[in-house]
T-cell receptor
Framework: AQSVTQPDIHITVSEGASLELRCNYS??????LFWYVQSPGQGLQLLLK??????LVQGIKGFEAEFKRSQSSFNLRKPSVHWSDAAEYFC????????????FGAGTRLFVKA | DGGITQSPKYLFRKEGQNVTLSCEQN?????MYWYRQDPGQGLRLIYY???????QKGDIAEGYSVSREKKESFPLTVTSAQKNPTAFYLC????????????FGEGSRLTVL
């Protein structure tokens, strides 16, 4: 079955340090791939997306993600984290599974320490 | 500004009562979705609608109902048959069908007392 795995429930990084959030998916073909961010008590906002083409995609707020087909991964990165980046991050895939759906990972909570 | 409006933001309900959550969009999107969010479980799809007057069950539709009489509106009713309704509910819409790219509302938090 199609699935999305985010291995880290939470991550803590120091402000100014680099960040990498991991995402692995299970799908027979190349899916559409997304990262969303959610602040507490709010809706989700799209950070970036991959449909095809260049496997390194740029998003908003200085985030980027790299699609690696051989590893079925779509990891999110940021070179220097700001305190305002503290939030929950969701990886998602758009795939056919009994109809076309967006499947979400369980999320990774990012904490930023001063 | 275009967007998705969910109301109410907070709702309290007694057991045995039905409640309806509103979702309105002015993005001119055809597709609309309802998700349920519980801590540590990501988002789970309740119902979705690709066009007016048509909708499909998602992964956890039991105890919920929807309607899609207008393109802009996709209300969700949480019925008394839903055994564990306390959750955060998110409405979303999509401009590009069959891609999975979603625009979300701010959410509605339902608490059953």
């Amino acid at each position: 079955a199609q699935s999305v795995t985010q291995p880290d429930i939470h991550i803590t990084v120091s402000e100014g340090a680099s960040l990498e959030l991991r995402c692995n998916y299970s799908y027979g073909a190349t899916p559409y791939l997304f990262w969303y961010v959610q602040s507490p008590g709010q809706g989700l906002q799209l950070l970036l997306k991959y449909f095809s083409g260049d496997t390194l995609v740029q998003g908003i707020k200085g985030f980027e993600a790299e699609f690696k087909r051989s590893q079925s991964s779509f990891n999110l990165r940021k070179p220097s984290v700001h305190w305002s980046d503290a939030a929950e991050y969701f990886c998602a895939v758009g795939a056919y599974t009994g109809g076309f759906k967006t499947i979400f990972g369980a999320g990774t909570r990012l904490f930023v320490k001063a | 500004d275009g967007g998705i409006t969910q109301s109410p933001k907070y709702l309290f309900r007694k057991e045995g009562q039905n409640v309806t959550l509103s979702c309105e969009q002015n993005l001119n999107h055809d597709a609309m979705y309802w998700y349920r969010q519980d801590p540590g479980q990501g988002l789970r799809l309740i119902y979705y609608s690709q066009i007016v007057n048509d909708f499909q069950k998602g992964d956890i539709a039991e105890g919920y109902s929807v309607s899609r009489e207008k393109k802009e509106s996709f209300p969700l009713t949480v019925t008394s048959a839903q055994k564990n309704p306390t959750a955060f509910y998110l409405c979303a819409s999509s401009a590009r069908q069959f891609t999975g790219e979603l625009f979300f509302g701010e959410g509605s938090r339902l608490t059953v007392l």
